[in-house]
């Protein structure tokens, strides 16, 4: 009797056909699920939530629910169904193991949110009293009020990316800005908690900044609340670990397959695609880059700072003792992207 081979499958080989056939059908349907899934999640997951968070919050605030309590209730939805998304079907399994950043991710979420909840406020006051004196020296407010919501978010978000494109841009290019939003491209992997790794004075610049204009034009509460639903919707399925795939759609948004550019290790390649939301304004200015030969690289990070901190605090310190800091970073470690 051949070794690993047992009576029935000698006596009867048309039995242990069978058994093959039987064990690769088994192993096409465990296969097939995943598979699935990832085309669901490629095709339908950004664009389904983002119609139904706008959809949602648009509903709810027609019926006289505070915006900020909507705004607040729906990000908080959408980034608790991404993290069970990427347990589901993660684009790559090395983002998916912990590369001892999630405490200090974490920390930077519970940071920006406290100072965005205290310093907002004051930033859009000023904001407010511009609004007021345009309405005093124009009779009307400049912003298209009498528009139905739903409509008034197309030009927000081309105000608001307008803003929000040139910081970006000007973090990348500006010695000085750049060690302020390094930290956000220290990180080693894409997914959903990147939204959130930035360093307090960054978000200070590009959060509130972007609404500015918006106010100052005499858009409504509303009207901020949708942009920053939007923004934190498209901004956690930027950087999430799903193979998000918008083919066109690339055009309008400035998504995942865009932004992996954006955080590529490589200078060339990360100093493209500028846009929080839109890719607009990449595509005015220049600055729209996907490559059709190749994938973005799985490896992110800075190249020249290969010894960015991973801790908190000295992510949050880096900025204030920058040259030192350089030094401490790596033998070809620049001051600037």
Not at 16 to 38: C, G, H, Q
Not at 278 to 300: A, E, N, S
Not at 327 to 334: C, I, K, L, M, V
Request: charged share 15%; aromatic share 10%.
């Amino acid at each position: 009797m051949g070794l690993g081979m047992n009576r029935n499958e000698q006596t009867n080989p048309m039995g242990r056909e069978l058994d093959v056939r039987i064990f690769a059908a088994r192993s096409r349907y465990t296969l097939s699920v995943p598979r699935k899934l990832d085309a669901l999640v490629a095709r339908t997951a950004f664009p389904g939530t983002i119609l139904a968070s706008m959809g949602g919050a648009i509903a709810l605030m027609n019926r006289g629910d505070p915006p900020e309590a909507v705004t607040a209730w729906v990000i908080l939805a959408v980034y608790l169904l991404i993290a069970l998304l990427e347990g589901l079907s993660p684009l790559h399994r090395e983002w998916s193991r912990s590369h001892g950043d999630v405490r200090t991710d974490i920390s930077l979420a519970v940071t920006n949110g406290i100072v965005n909840i205290g310093a907002q406020p004051l930033i859009l006051a000023g904001a407010v009293g511009v609004a007021a004196w345009t309405s005093a020296n124009y009779g009307a407010t400049l912003w298209p009020n009498a528009w139905p919501l739903a409509l008034q978010i197309i030009p927000a978000l081309i105000v608001a990316e307008l803003v929000e494109y040139t910081c970006h841009r000007a973090m990348h290019e500006v010695p000085w800005l750049w060690r302020f939003h390094a930290p956000h491209h220290s990180a080693t992997r894409l997914y959903w908690l990147n939204a959130l790794r930035f360093h307090p004075a960054d978000i200070l610049l590009v959060g509130p900044g972007k609404l500015l204009p918006l106010l100052a034009l005499g858009a409504d509460g509303r009207v901020l609340g949708l942009v920053l639903i939007f923004s934190a919707v498209h901004g956690v399925f930027q950087h999430a670990n799903l193979p998000c795939r918008l083919g066109p759609l690339n055009w309008i948004f400035s998504m995942a397959e865009l932004h992996r550019w954006h955080h590529s290790p490589i200078t060339h390649e990360a100093n493209h695609n500028y846009g929080g939301n839109l890719i607009f304004w990449d595509i005015v200015f220049g600055t729209r880059w996907l490559p059709k030969d190749r994938q973005p690289p799985v490896r992110t990070g800075i190249e020249d700072l290969p010894n960015f901190p991973r801790g908190y605090r000295p992510l949050m310190a880096a900025p204030f003792r920058w040259k030192s800091f350089v030094r401490e970073a790596g033998p070809s470690a620049t001051t600037s992207p």
